[in-house]
């Protein structure tokens, strides 16, 4: 699976677009992009994945770019509750089910 | 992560003790990945399970380490003597049968392992 690269921290404030970088340049054509986030002391939590396209559900939208080297997650307006640790992670369609999770980038909303 | 549950929260064990840590999936979610947190690092895989079955150990270390998803009842994992090296955060994801080729895994809250 394809390695990821992210700022390991952003600030945000309250209200605005946060807009989180991963490069991924090393990505193949059957490689999706994941992001999940991990809230202080919880769980991590499913956000959206992509595979050229570019996607937007009801938590965020994901731009990838039109060579998938890298993407680009946006959450349109940030919350404080949106202040977490945010993970890119490509990933195949195949039996390969196993999520490898580098640092992620810690982003802090302010008021 | 309501729908998957891991207990205990908080186990704490002196050194030489076991820990066994459960994962009851949502319902209808028939797979089971497990994986570590050590402080101040990402996730890191340890097994996927299926119902009765093993599908992937790779990240599970060879000894003292083991689990479980049996017919009935919840995912166990088992850690025999423990050490302060496996005081970590162990969570659990689960996923659909149908929806494994999607790769969207829901957590469980962690249980966090303190070895004293």
């Known amino acids: 699976d394809a390695k990821t690269t992210q700022p390991p921290s952003m600030d945000c404030a309250e209200g605005r677009a946060a807009n989180l970088p991963c490069n991924h340049s090393?990505?193949?054509?059957?490689?999706?992009v994941y992001w999940y986030r991990q809230i202080h002391s919880q769980g991590p939590q499913y956000i959206i994945h992509g595979l050229k396209n570019n996607e937007t559900n009801e938590m965020a939208s994901l731009i990838i770019t039109e060579d998938r080297k890298s993407s680009t997650l946006i959450l349109p307006h940030a919350t404080l509750r949106d202040t977490a640790v945010y993970y890119c992670?490509?990933?195949?369609?195949?039996?390969?089910?196993?999520?490898?999770w580098g640092l992620g980038t810690s982003l802090a909303v302010n008021p | 992560n309501a729908g998957v549950m891991q207990n205990p929260r908080h186990l704490v064990r002196r050194r030489g003790q076991e820990a066994r840590l459960r994962c009851s999936p949502m319902k209808g979610h028939s797979h089971v990945y497990w994986y570590r947190q050590l402080p101040e690092e990402g996730l890191k895989f340890m097994v996927y399970l299926q119902k009765e079955n093993i599908i992937d150990e790779s990240g599970m270390p060879k000894e003292r380490f083991s689990a479980e998803f049996p017919k009935e009842g919840p995912s166990i994992l088992r850690i025999q003597q423990v050490v302060r090296g496996d005081s970590a955060a162990y969570f659990c994801?689960?996923?659909?049968?149908?929806?494994?080729?999607?790769?969207?895994?829901?957590f469980g809250a962690g249980t966090r392992l303190s070895v004293l």
């Open positions: 994801a689960t996923t659909k049968a149908n929806e494994v080729a999607k790769n969207i895994q829901y």
């Open positions: 992670i490509v990933l195949n369609a195949g039996n390969n089910r196993k999520l490898i």
């Open positions: 090393t990505i193949s054509g059957n490689e999706y």
